[in-house]
């Protein structure tokens, strides 16, 4: 079992920046591909970014393109998502996931369910 903490969040102001982190128990976390997704009030959870298990490959919605960055330290077992350039669309509950399925060297799991575990959720608010 893989337990998943997610920190960093807060109320920022528009064009402003936070970063995420995400913190995994577990041995086997440089094994896993890693994810964050978001969920807004009223909506979808919606992929967000994803990272390889070897962290040589990542992967981004459209919407988060050239403004976030998500890498992974796994001598620290976690994962980032660093946030930059902020529009209060970007308003949501943000989630990280692991993908636990033994996977192709580069592949990004993009769909939530691919996704073994979850982490609780940390808010992030983005006042115009």
């Known amino acids: 079992q893989v337990q998943l903490v997610e920190s960093g969040g807060g109320l920022v102001q528009a064009g402003g920046s936070l970063r995420l982190s995400c913190a995994a128990s577990?041995?086997?976390?440089?094994?896993?591909?890693m994810g964050w997704f978001r969920q807004g009030s009223g909506k979808e959870r919606e992929f967000v970014a994803a990272?390889?298990?070897?962290?040589?490959?990542?992967y981004y919605a459209d919407f988060v393109k050239g403004r976030f960055t998500i890498s992974r330290d796994n001598a620290k077992n976690t994962v980032y998502l660093q946030m930059s350039s902020l529009k209060p669309e970007d308003t949501a509950v943000y989630y990280c996931?692991?993908?636990?399925?033994?996977?192709?060297?580069?592949?990004?799991?993009?769909?939530?369910?691919?996704?073994?575990?979850w982490g609780q959720g940390t808010q992030v608010t983005v006042s115009s």
């Open positions: 996931a692991a993908d636990k399925s033994a996977r192709p060297l580069y592949y990004i799991a993009v769909r939530r369910n691919e996704y073994d575990y």
């Open positions: 577990g041995r086997t976390f440089s094994s896993y591909g």
């Open positions: 990272i390889s298990w070897t962290g040589g490959r990542t």
